[in-house]
């Protein structure tokens, strides 16, 4: 009676000697419920670039090319209204800043809002960027997930 139970014993520490270890899970990485907030230096650096990737969209859909004054990207106030609303934006101070963004329509009947404006931005930010030349996908341009850490 004791063989078999040896040999059950035998068996199942060869079994569990066979397993991989089980690497510990990596600690979650904070997420912001804000895509105009920056987390740390990397977040605000990539958030950056891809401001940048907006406004030069934003130029090449039409709108006026921005300037930059410091931590200011802004369209100049000599730029004519082309029908493309004016924008202020104010970069993110590393590590965990935010990013200011306003926009305005001068003219009065631009071809896009200033809150659609806003939420295109937000979807740039948010690394998923939508169209600004296309209606169709401008109207299904959701801002990102919002996210919150777990516990």
Known sequence: MRLPLMMGFALLVAGCA?????APAPPPE???????QCLDRTDCTTKTSRTLMFVF???EAGGA???RKGAWLFTP????????????????????GRFEFASQCPAGDCRIS?????RVYRSYLGGEPCSLLDPKTLARCVEPETLTPSP
């Open 77 to 96: 106030s000599a730029a004519r209204p082309s029908g493309w609303p004016s924008l202020k934006i104010r970069l993110a101070d590393p590590p965990a």
């Open 114 to 118: 200033e809150g659609d404006l806003l």
């Open 57 to 59: 969209d934003y130029a």
């Open 18 to 22: 066979g397993q991989p270890p089980v």
């Open 65 to 67: 090319l921005v300037q």
């Open 30 to 36: 904070p997420v912001s419920s804000d895509p105009q």
